[in-house]
């Protein structure tokens, strides 16, 4: 069983940075996609960022150019840095990981970091 636990959400003015990490534990592999999505109140869970063990990213239009995603492998720890946040990247971020999608592995979720971009 993956364990997936996030932390480095907070809240922050328009125009500022913040740092979300996320930590997966329970298995002695690497992880081959690891994931950031978020969901704002009354809106659909969206995907925000991805990146695989080999290192290719994917990013949603919304925070392309503006955040950066980047992970550990031997930790199997990912990371988010977002500048120039705006109120409409207030969401509850998730984590979510799946060491093998072709192998028939699920899909792990962590619980959520709250980020509120306000003035």
């Known amino acids: 069983q993956v364990q997936v636990v996030e932390s480095g959400g907070g809240s922050v003015l328009p125009g500022g940075s913040l740092r979300l990490s996320c930590a997966a534990s329970?298995?002695?592999?690497?992880?081959?996609?690891m994931g950031w999505h978020r969901q704002a109140p009354g809106k659909q869970r969206e995907l925000v960022a991805s990146?695989?063990?080999?290192?290719?990213?994917n990013y949603a239009d919304s925070v392309k150019g503006r955040s950066t995603i980047s992970r550990d492998n031997a930790k199997n720890t990912m990371y988010l840095q977002m500048n120039s946040l705006k109120p409409e990247d207030t969401a509850v971020y998730y984590c979510n990981c799946n060491p093998n999608p072709s192998g028939g592995w699920p899909w792990y979720w962590g619980q959520g970091t709250q980020v509120t971009v306000s003035s």
């Open positions: 329970g298995t002695p592999f690497s992880i081959y996609v």
């Open positions: 990146i695989t063990s080999g290192g290719s990213t």
